[in-house]
């Protein structure tokens, strides 16, 4: 009599828990400290000298901060709401069609800028606007903007296909049969189900946008610097521990907008 293999369970290998809480230990001891140490009195980065609010306040005074986190702000949401009406288009696009020859193509083509590193994609990125400003004369924000949204499409496609991949196709059918034209269908069957898909792909390219150094400080101009560009040039000048209070304020946004994104997501 043939014995019943066991399934392959990763939590049962040997040292799973104590490699997954030194990842883990790894991964958060320096936010947490970073966080602790934004409260600090002193001036001092490495010694404790009591709680303060102080270098809160004094980001608040900094004006170059204020100015830096308000382009941020801004750059993210209009970078993120074109990349996912783009990505919202490519889904139903490569999910609402039969299946044809090189889709898979189309995929690895939407992608793409998840498998190119991303210094390659910033030198690209700045190669091409470069030969527009010459061209032109134009140097303003509009090449952060198209740089953000075309490096975010596919970050925003992801759910949002999974969500499309997901949805009851005979919803769609059955308008179709009751004489809805296709723009109707969509209006008032495909988008109130694919609404979930369409915010957590916005708040994911949002976070991938507000978080991006390499692409930005490559592609600004002079004078528009975003809130992770002026961190890091400050880190280049003189750490002041004002900066850790922008970095706690800044990782507390993220993981609310990716806390927000999962209970979207998640199951009911």
């Known amino acids: 009599m043939a014995t019943r293999s066991t ?53 608040w005074d900094n ?37 044809f020859r090189g889709i898979t193509t189309v995929y690895a083509f ?27 004369g134009y140097t303003g ?5 198209a740089a953000h949204a075309a490096f975010c499409i596919p970050f925003a496609y992801l759910p949002i296909r999974a969500r499309l991949e997901s949805m009851d196709s005979t919803l769609e059918m ?16 495909t988008l109130p189900l694919l609404w979930p898909g369409i915010m957590a792909g916005y708040m994911l390219a949002f976070v991938i946008s507000l978080d991006d150094v390499v692409i930005t400080e490559h592609i600004k101009s ?18 002041s521990p004002d900066v850790n209070a922008v970095s706690a304020i800044f990782f507390g946004l993220s993981v609310l907008l990716v806390t927000f994104f999962f209970f979207l997501n998640r199951k009911k």
């Open 110 to 136: 939407i992608n793409m800028p998840l498998m190119v590193p991303e210094i390659v994609t910033a030198v690209a990125l700045l190669i091409f606007f470069a030969s527009i400003k010459v061209a032109t």
């Open 222 to 239: 002079a004078g528009m610097e975003t809130l992770p560009t002026y961190m890091l040039g400050q880190l280049r000048r003189e750490m």
């Open 7 to 59: 399934p392959f369970v990763i939590k049962r290998m040997p040292g799973f828990g104590s490699i997954a809480a030194a990842v883990f230990f790894m991964l958060y001891a320096p936010i947490t400290l970073l966080v602790i140490y934004s409260f600090n009195e002193k001036d001092s980065l490495a010694v404790w000298g009591g709680f303060s609010v102080r270098w809160y306040e004094a980001a």
């Open 141 to 145: 924000a509009i090449y952060l903007v």
């Open 174 to 189: 059955a308008a179709a049969d009751l004489y809805a034209s296709p723009i109707e269908a969509f209006r008032r069957i």
């Open 63 to 99: 004006r170059d901060i204020k100015e830096a986190a308000f382009r941020s702000l801004w750059l993210a949401a209009v970078a993120a709401t074109i990349a996912t009406a783009v990505a919202t288009l490519a889904a139903i696009a490569t999910t609402r069609t039969k299946p």
